[in-house]
T-cell receptor, first 111, second 116 residues
Framework: GESVGLHLPTLSVQEGDNSIINCAYS??????FIWYKQESGKGPQFIID?????DKRQGQRVTVLLNKTVKHLSLQIAATQPGDSAVYFC??????????FGKGTKLSVKP | GAGVSQTPSNKVTEKGKYVELRCDPI?????LYWYRQSLGQGPEFLIY????????DSGLPNDRFFAVRPEGSVSTLKIQRTERGDSAVYLC??????????????FGAGSRLTVL
């Protein structure tokens, strides 16, 4: 079946350090992946996406890496800031076009 | 509007009551999604509309849940005979091109439902 999960439920980093959030997926046929950030009391907010024909994609302070061999996705945040504190979700596109979300990783940034 | 608007932001009801949650998507977005998010979990897909029709309702947990989008814009999620287990945040999202290579859903802030 289709499922998306995360390796670590919580991550605590020092302000200014780089953060790496990992995600495993099970459907090798998935062609599209996306990362969302969710702050308390708000809806998920788009961060970055990647298609399966790519290995890496960079945005502003964020990079997504896709390893299709081991079905692994990661989100790297450079120079983590207090405003990055949130829950991060990876999601993959399901067979019907909807997004299937993982459980989430809570990122805490220590000043 | 500029974003996805959901009302009410909070709803407290008693077990057995009927509830309606409303979603106003981004203007012009043809695709609309409903998700449910329980505490500490990721959003769980419920139903997806393309225009007025439900393209995929496979995520609706049972026949107490129903959603409509009669004019292809605003959508209402309806829950009959609410149960305590229905307590969650109900998220709505919209997208302009659901079948394109990208599938960036824009989410609303959600409607928090508490069933006592």
């Amino acid at each position: 079946g289709e499922s998306v999960g995360l390796h670590l439920p919580t991550l605590s980093v020092q302000e200014g350090d780089n953060s790496i959030i990992n995600c495993a997926y099970s459907n090798s046929a998935s062609d599209y992946f996306i990362w969302y950030k969710q702050e308390s009391g708000k809806g998920p907010q788009f961060i970055i996406d990647i298609r399966s024909n790519m290995d890496k994609r960079q945005g502003q302070r964020v990079t997504v890496l896709l390893n299709k061999t081991v079905k692994h996705l990661s989100l790297q945040i450079a120079a983590t800031q207090p405003g990055d504190s949130a829950v991060y979700f990876c999601a993959e596109r399901g067979s019907q076009g909807n997004l299937i979300f993982g459980k989430g990783t809570k990122l805490s940034v220590k000043p | 509007g500029a974003g996805v608007s959901q009302t009410p932001s909070n709803k407290v009801t008693e077990k057995g009551k009927y509830v309606e949650l409303r979603c106003d998507p981004i203007s012009g977005h043809t695709a609309l999604y409903w998700y449910r998010q329980s505490l500490g979990q990721g959003p769980e897909f419920l139903i997806y509309f393309q225009g007025t029709g439900a393209a995929d309702d496979s995520g609706l947990p049972n026949d107490r849940f129903f959603a409509v989008r009669p004019e292809g814009s605003v959508s209402t999620l309806k829950i009959q005979r609410t149960e305590r287990g229905d307590s969650a945040v109900y998220l709505c999202a919209s997208n302009s091109e659901p079948l394109s290579g990208a599938n960036v859903l824009t989410f609303g802030a959600g409607s928090r439902l508490t069933v006592l």
